[in-house]
Every structure is written in structure tokens, then in C-alpha cells.
């Protein structure tokens, strides 16, 4: 069984229950789909498109922010066999014309306010046959919800097989030039099975989806289709009044937040900006974070103003097919601070450069094996052999696991600090300072320095109208960090954050230091 299999299995059970609702706070707008109008827009975009030339295995480009269209041209593009390419919003042409030589598309789907950049790229993408808008559109394009509305509802056939490829995923960039992920089918069904499995979800429970669907977070919603729940849409600026009045008015179940998301609710609770008791969100049963390592500090300030609500901690990167592979589980909040043991379809071990096991407690790299790991970085056998060796992917990151086999994130291995000959891992000195209760999120990074090798550097960002001094943070350095990992430089500006919660690191490096930039 896989996704495709699900959205006919879904609109022959459910029918007539809610399938994605699309809300749109600031404007009051909101539109939804069944289960069975879903799969029958679904079929006629994949007709539509079989019609136009697009074949089975082709690639097609999908940009665009959330919204429901970009949903059912996702489906879409999965139940024709072609293979669906999420394209990053902040993708700047360079970075488009890059996915573009790499998968060769033969059509591009995108958002009206990126028909800019389609122009921009269409002399250097020759293999591009269609341009299609998503939607409606007013620019001249032929439009989704044109093929929809033309096309017949059949089913597609013949349906695509588990082990078929599904999905070809450019990671971000921040760390260099984006690395096409090649996914399969049954890559992204594993996912669903381990978010169903983590949050046991029914098909009465509801999600809200915040994160970008372009990136591998669209795994949450996969689990929400696989128990047939519905899945609410938020698709304009997050705000915590945004947050608060969707799980009210849609009687949300579960979320998953980002650390920045999570903070804003927080001092806007602290604060009394934002007030819990003007909602009804007592049916809020499930708070999931990942995307980074979650401070323990922010967890314990969240379950003091949710003491029922069940917390769950996930870990995965794209080249496991998004969220799941490791879980923190319900019930384990003893545990916070550890990302948890692996998924249901998992397996994970930390392991010494030789990928021998290491002792409990030690530190080593994360690898993992399960049916989610991609095939392959696509058109790429070096760096494929790079991280699948012996049947199990090398994450790059470093971990420790404890005797009941509890897996914490340590770092990763190229954000490693080595100051004076001794290894410092930013996330144990960034979890310290995020303690501070005028600290509002923070980055450590290593920076040049002619006796140590590298300095241990604290960029900070503080609570807005907060007064934080370089005093502050050095005297709460040393009474919380040994002196070898106390910060030698303090910066105070802005921790910039990347469309899925995560801290470019890279830019800081690039700013601050002349050895890392």
C-alpha cells in the first residue's frame, strides 16, 4: 500500500468526512474538500495532466506557499506515476536553474506570485513543456482548477507500485548547493505508518499543519491522511493568536510547532498578550516539536501551562523521508531532553568512525536503517556511497545513547567547536544559555582564534524589551558551564531561522568568522 492507495481507500471509507480544510485567519477565508472531492479533483488533475504529455516517471516542479491547490497537485502528480519536486519558496533563481539541470522537469506548477522567476528560468530549462498556475490565475496561465474543472474523474491507471519513485526533494541550501533526495513510495508511507504509530492517531483526531509542505514536514500530514483525519491548513503568518484560534474553531487535536512558534506562545502567555483562557483548547491533546534539537528548559516552561497535554519529541532529516525515524513516544516526558528511540519500521545505533558501536553514554555518529531511507541522491553515486554504506544511512549527526536506549542529539558533526584541543558541542552550551530567562533563542558557533584554534561564540537574541548585558550572560555561564565551555565572545542580534525551524548557522559562520565563514 502506499499514499496513492490511501486517497481511494480514504474516499471509499470516509466519504463525506473532511479531508484538508484551507484557513485563512487574517481574511476569515476558509475552504475545505471530503475525502471523496479530494480524490476525484486529484483523478482529474492526473487525467488532465497524462492529457497534456506529462508522462509516468517525468518530473514535475511544484512552488508555491501551503494552500489546498498545492495539496491536490501534489496527489495529483503522485497518482499519474510522475515523479512530484517540492521547490523551496526562498529558492532564488540560481537555486531553481541548479533544480532544474539536475531533474530535468518536464513541467513547472507554481503559485502566481512566482510566475516571475518561471519567466526568469525558461530560457535555461529547455525540458520544461508545461507551465501551469496553481489555482486560479489572472496572469494568463492555464490553471489547475481549469484542468480540474475539464477533466474526467476516473481513476488513473495503471496505479503506481510501492517500490516506484515518488518524490525527488532539493534540501534546502543553507549548507551549500541543494542535494536531490530521490524518495520512493514506500518512503513516504513508512513515514505516515511511524506518525500514526508515534501519535497514535484516529480518525477523529484533526491536525494543524504550519510548517512549509515543501519541505519533508509534510510527513505529519501524511500521517493525519493515513489514520483518515482532517488536516487544517494554516496558510498565512503565523501568529499565536493564528495558533490558539484555529485549535479552537477546528477543534484541533494535534500540532506540531517549531521552537520560534513555541516561544512566541509562551512569552505571549507569559506576557498575558495572549490569553489561554479566552479559547476553548481543551480537545489540544498533542504537542509535537522537532526540526532541532528542543530544549528541555522550553518543554518544561510549555507543560506548566499544559500539564495534561502529552508531548512528543521527533527527530528525522529529509534522507529518512521526513519525521518519525526517531521519536521521544508519548508518556516519556521524564526523558526530555532526548530525542527517543526509533520509529516502528526503524532501527538506530551511535557508532565510531569504523561504524563500530559505541559504548552507552558514549558519543558517535547516528545511523539509521528502516524503510524509509531514500534510494539515492539522485544523479549523484559519490555522495550516495557517502551516506549509505552497509545498508544504513550516516546522518552527520552526533548522538549518545543512554541504557534504556534513549537517543540524545549531540550536534553535528561539522558544527563540532574544537577550542583548545577540546571538543564542544554548541547544542549542550545553547540548551545552558536558553535557561536565562531573558534569552529568547541563541546560536553557538565557533570563531577564529589565534591560541585556541576556536573560540566558543555566543550569538543571542533577547526577549523583546528585555535589557541583557554581556555581565548577564558571563555570570550565568559560570555558574551553569564548566570554564572550557563557557562563551568566549557574546554577540547580541538575531538568530536567523530557515522556513523549517532550523538555525543558519552558516550565515552566523559567514558574518562572524573568517576561519568557518
Not at 511544484?62 to 494552500?67: D, I, K, M
Not at 545511523?367 to 539515492?376: A, C, F, T
Request: net charge negative.
Amino acid at each position: 500500500m502506499n499514499l496513492v492507495d490511501l486517497v481511494y481507500k480514504n474516499a471509499r471509507t470516509y466519504p463525506d468526512k473532511p479531508a484538508f480544510v484551507e484557513l485563512r485567519p487574517a481574511s476569515k477565508l476558509k475552504k475545505g474538500v471530503t475525502w471523496k472531492e479530494f480524490n476525484e479533483r486529484t483523478n482529474r488533475l492526473a487525467n488532465a495532466l497524462a492529457a497534456r504529455g506529462i508522462k509516468r516517471g517525468e518530473r514535475v516542479f511544484l512552488l508555491g506557499r501551503n494552500s489546498l491547490p498545492w495539496v491536490e497537485v501534489f496527489f495529483g502528480v503522485t497518482k499519474l506515476g510522475a515523479w512530484i519536486t517540492p521547490l523551496n519558496f526562498r529558492f532564488t533563481k540560481e537555486n531553481v536553474e541548479y533544480c532544474g539541470r539536475v531533474a530535468e522537469p518536464a513541467a513547472f506548477i507554481f503559485d502566481e506570485e512566482f510566475a516571475p522567476i518561471v519567466h526568469e528560468v525558461q530560457g535555461s530549462l529547455s525540458s520544461i513543456q508545461e507551465r501551469l498556475c496553481i489555482g486560479t490565475s489572472n496572469s494568463g496561465f492555464v490553471t489547475t482548477d481549469e484542468l480540474i474543472g475539464s477533466a474526467p474523474s476516473t481513476q488513473p491507471a495503471p496505479a503506481p507500485a510501492d517500490e516506484e519513485e515518488c518524490g525527488l526533494y532539493f534540501t534546502s541550501g543553507t549548507t551549500g548547493t541543494p542535494k536531490p533526495i530521490l524518495l520512493l513510495h514506500k518512503n513516504l508511507f513508512c513515514t505516515a505508518v511511524n506518525e500514526v504509530t508515534n501519535l497514535r492517531l484516529t480518525q477523529e483526531d484533526s491536525l494543524l499543519m504550519i510548517p512549509p509542505l515543501y519541505h519533508l514536514a509534510i510527513g505529519h500530514m501524511l500521517g493525519s491522511m493515513l489514520a483518515g483525519a482532517k488536516t487544517a491548513l494554516l496558510t498565512e503568518a503565523v501568529s499565536p493568536q493564528y495558533i490558539f484560534e484555529a485549535v479552537q474553531d477546528e477543534e484541533i487535536r494535534v500540532v506540531f510547532l517549531l521552537v520560534p512558534w513555541a516561544l512566541d506562545i509562551l512569552e505571549g502567555l507569559d506576557k498575558a498578550t495572549l490569553k489561554q483562557d479566552e479559547y476553548r483548547l481543551d480537545h489540544w491533546r498533542v504537542v509535537e516539536m522537532g526540526a532541532q534539537p528542543i530544549p528541555a528548559s522550553l518543554v518544561e516552561r510549555w507543560k506548566g501551562y499544559f500539564p495534561r497535554m502529552a508531548f512528543n519529541n521527533t527527530f528525522g532529516l529529509s534522507e529518512s523521508s521526513g519525521p518519525g525515524t526517531i521519536n521521544l513516544g508519548l508518556g516519556n516526558e521524564r526523558k526530555i531532553g532526548a530525542i527517543g528511540k526509533p520509529g516502528l519500521l526503524w532501527d538506530a545505533r551511535i557508532v565510531n568512525e569504523h561504524d563500530e558501536d559505541m559504548p552507552v553514554g558514549e558519543v558517535g555518529e547516528i545511523i539509521l536503517k528502516g524503510m524509509g531511507v531514500m534510494k539515492e541522491y539522485y544523479k549523484n553515486k559519490e555522495l550516495t556511497a557517502q551516506a549509505l554504506r552497509n545498508g544504513w544511512l550516516h546522518t552527520g549527526d552526533l548522538g549518545r545513547m543512554d541504557e534504556e536506549g534513549f537517543i540524545y542529539l549531540v550536534d553535528r558533526k561539522k558544527d563540532l567547536v574544537i577550542s583548545g584541543g577540546e571538543n564542544i558541542f554548541p547544542v549542550e552550551v545553547e540548551g545552558v544559555i536558553l535557561k536565562h530567562p531573558k534569552v529568547r533563542d541563541v546560536s553557538v558557533i565557533g570563531t577564529e582564534d589565534k591560541r585556541l584554534g576556536e573560540a566558543v561564540t555566543a550569538v543571542i537574541e533577547a526577549v523583546p524589551g528585555e535589557i541583557l548585558t554581556e555581565e548577564e550572560i558571563k555570570a550565568f555561564c559560570e555558574e551553569h558551564l564548566p570554564r572550557y565551555k563557557r562563551p568566549r565572545r557574546i554577540i547580541f542580534d538575531s538568530v536567523p531561522r530557515s522556513g523549517t525551524g532550523k538555525i543558519e548557522k552558516p550565515k552566523l559562520r559567514a558574518k562572524y568568522s573568517k576561519q568557518r565563514g
